[in-house]
């Protein structure tokens, strides 16, 4: 038994023995594939820089004017009135709502019977003065006051005739500009007095667009603004007209102020009322201004220009314009003509950069 035991204990020593070795060499293996996959550190040429993108500033001869969104409105609301008092006995087709119809267009027609029978009657005046001023030539002098109250007379008939002339025209009543009726007042049948409104109306040509400013850029704008012709595009784009700035408020109403612009007449086709438009308002201009891309502006107003030592030197810019996707601004005698493109959080004042050169362009090669 003894000799049984002892030969166990051989074989299990034996056993142990073999798998510790199989293990370390399992082990030896192992860390040698890991060391394999770790990748070779890279030789540095130099110091760890931040690596950034520097974009060239490029002068501007004239600032891109400004685009400002505008509101048609009315200048002003005209009510159509009846010089004649009277009953309405007929309307035309065009005497609607949202009508839009030029000058000297028939509205509706009032009962002209009195008026006819005015005309008539200083017609039958007028003779009657012809003649009483001929008897009284033959039988008084020419400056005695039979003669000078028959002339009056004749006068007086004169002027009976041409009011009852007019009046008798004005039972028509036309639309006295090119224009758009808004709004009926009157229909077939109802009697109207001398001075009521029959239907409001507005001017074609009579129309303004307002342009609200917030106060800081209309400090921007070139100066004088009153006067000076501007033009005025569709949405689109597709339609333009040409302008003059009709009034400048002074009054600010929530940080803003107004613009007042009027489309010249001449145009064949104006903007509509309550249509929007964009109105191009000049800048005021700087004797040097240089333009770089919007991405180089930081949320504090801030560029990052690069010397020639790649170092940068952080630059507040009080004044300044946005327009497509560029940033302008004054910079007079600067020397620096390069600025760091997207601007990190890490940069600071003296931080040397290793400069990202841009990739060529086409026409560059």
Partial sequence: MKRIFS???????????????????????????????????????????????IVDMKPVAQLPKSMRLGYVEPLKMTELMSDVSGRIISVTSSFRRGQLLEQHSPLLHIDPLPYQVALANAQS????????????????DAKSLVVQSAQSQLKLAKLQIQQAEVDLKRTTILLPFDGELVEIKANLGEYVAAGSSIASAL???????????????FDKLETPLLNKKIDVFSLNKQTSWQGT???????????????????????????????????????????????????????????????????THRHKLEEFTLNNGM???????????????????????????????????????
């Avoid at 003779?127 to 008084?140: F, G, I, P, V």
């Fill in 327 to 365: 940033v302008y601004f004054p910079m007079p005698n600067n020397e620096l003509m390069r600025a760091v493109q997207f601007p990190r959080g890490y940069l600071s004042q003296g931080m040397e950069l290793a400069v990202k050169l841009p990739t060529p362009t086409k026409e560059a090669l």
């Fill in 245 to 311: 700035v009709s009034g400048v408020s002074h009054y600010s109403e929530n940080q803003q102020r107004t613009l007042y612009v009027v489309i010249d007449s001449q145009h064949n086709s104006l903007p509509m009322f309550g249509e929007n438009v964009y109105v191009q308002l000049p800048h005021t201009r700087w004797k040097q201004t240089y333009a770089l891309p919007e991405s180089a502006l930081t949320e504090k107003y801030e560029i990052w220009l690069v010397d020639d030592d790649n170092r």
């Fill in 203 to 217: 001017p074609k040509a009579e129309r303004e667009i307002r342009v609200p400013i917030n106060i800081a850029d």
């Fill in 7 to 53: 030969s166990l204990r051989v074989r299990q020593a034996i056993a142990t023995t073999i798998a510790l070795f199989l293990l370390l060499v399992v082990l030896d293996e192992l860390e040698k594939a890991e060391q394999a996959n770790i990748p070779a550190p890279t030789k540095s040429v130099g110091p760890n820089l931040h690596v950034a993108s």
């Fill in 125 to 140: 005046q007028l003779l009657e003065a012809k003649t009483n001023l001929k008897n009284a030539q033959t039988q008084y």
